[in-house]
């Protein structure tokens, strides 16, 4: 049985931080941050907005363009590393916000990997005949775990999220095909985030990223040309069956250098990193979604999702996409 998406959606706060805003916070420059990152501006949430709101924002979209009603959902999943607070989960705040009664949640956090986790553990779920559907949310409220004074890391994140409702699918050429994961917890330390937790037993109130960039950088190219190859492999596809790479915009720099160790044409790579920077889990479908209202998706295609990041998690998965009516916006 396949699975397939049948509706998506996203969610961008209004607030736009630029590379000239950020000239005034640290020591960088628009050239800079353009020149080795391709970010040229990022959203950030406002005061009253939080991980769970622009979460709930994203999943009535991609409820309404699935055109099933709110109760009938039944599982959510969302992917952050960045929740509301430690618990309850953000995916049952989002079910409170949105009145998913019905539904079972619950949160995972596999950093930029998450999107592509939460629609595999989605899958394997309805595959398992217990539920019909599944709404997957990737949502991320970086900007208040950033240290506005590194400029190592503030040029790079940004708030936002996506969603994509996730159903048997009715016709078995449309939907998952298959999937690649891999973990590597002994370089947890080249990308992570302090506090708030339990580690050393006492709750680290600061919250701030720490990341080797440089290291980040190889390991991000290597290890999604790997997955990806091994799981082209494993389907027995070839780059030239993939019709649109999506992948987790981290900096145009490892998009071009994935692209190039791929062979995979300009036009078949899809990037958004210039407007909203790295936006960790929500990347994904953020992208996924403006692709879709860019009429870039035809029933049909072959779409390849590929992403790496923090503890270290990376994956790969092919989806045929079946093509769904766009909602009224
Ligand atoms: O989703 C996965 C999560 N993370 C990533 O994917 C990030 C992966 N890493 C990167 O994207 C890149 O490593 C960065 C964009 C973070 C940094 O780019 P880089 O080309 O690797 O620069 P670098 O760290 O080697 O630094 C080069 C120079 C250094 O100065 P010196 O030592 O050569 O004098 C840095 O201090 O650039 C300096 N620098 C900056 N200068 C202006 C670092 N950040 C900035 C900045 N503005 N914002």
């Known amino acids: 049985m396949q699975t397939t998406i049948t509706g998506l959606g996203s969610y961008l706060p209004e607030k736009i ?18 020149e080795r990152t391709g970010v040229s501006e990022r959203r950030i949430l406002s005061k009253e907005e939080s991980s769970s709101t622009m979460g709930a924002e994203a999943a009535l979209a991609a409820i309404r363009a699935a055109d099933i009603s709110v109760k009938s959902i039944d599982l959510i999943i969302v992917a952050t590393c ?30 930029c ?46 708030d936002g999220a996506g969603a994509v409702i996730l159903e048997k699918s009715k016709n078995d050429a449309f ?12 370089n947890g330390d080249l990308l992570f985030a302090t506090g708030p937790g339990s580690i050393k037993n006492e709750l680290v109130k600061e919250a701030k990223i720490i990341m080797d960039g440089q290291n980040v950088f190889k390991h ?36 071009n250098a994935i ?19 790295n936006t960790s889990a929500a990347s994904i479908p953020i992208a996924l979604t403006e692709a879709f209202y860019a009429n870039m998706l035809n029933e049909g295609d072959t779409l390849l999702f590929t992403a790496f990041g923090a503890g270290l998690n990376w994956g790969s998965v092919i989806l045929n996409w079946g093509q769904i009516n766009k909602p009224e916006k």
């Open 220 to 255: 991000a190219v290597n290890t999604m040309s790997a997955v990806t190859k091994d799981l082209l492999k494993q389907t027995n596809l070839t780059i030239e069956d993939i019709d649109l790479c999506i992948p987790h915009q981290a900096n145009i720099r490892i998009l």
């Open 259 to 277: 692209a190039k160790n791929l062979s995979i044409d300009e036009g078949a790579m899809f990037s958004n990193v210039n407007k909203y920077g």
């Open 17 to 34: 931080l630029t590379n000239a805003d950020l000239e005034k916070m640290v020591d960088t420059s628009n050239e800079w941050i353009i």
């Open 113 to 158: 990997n998450g999107f592509l986790s939460g629609l595999i553990v989605g899958n394997s779920l309805i595959n398992s005949k217990q539920y019909n559907n599944a709404l997957i949310i990737g949502s991320e409220a970086l900007s208040r775990l950033v240290d506005w004074s590194d400029r190592n890391t503030c040029v790079l994140f940004g």
């Open 175 to 186: 939907g998952i095909v298959d999937f690649q994961f891999g973990s590597d917890g002994n």
């Open 82 to 111: 960045s929740p509301d607070g430690m618990f309850p989960s953000t995916a049952n705040r989002i079910q409170a916000i949105i009145g998913a009664k019905n539904a079972v949640c619950f949160d995972i956090n596999s950093a």
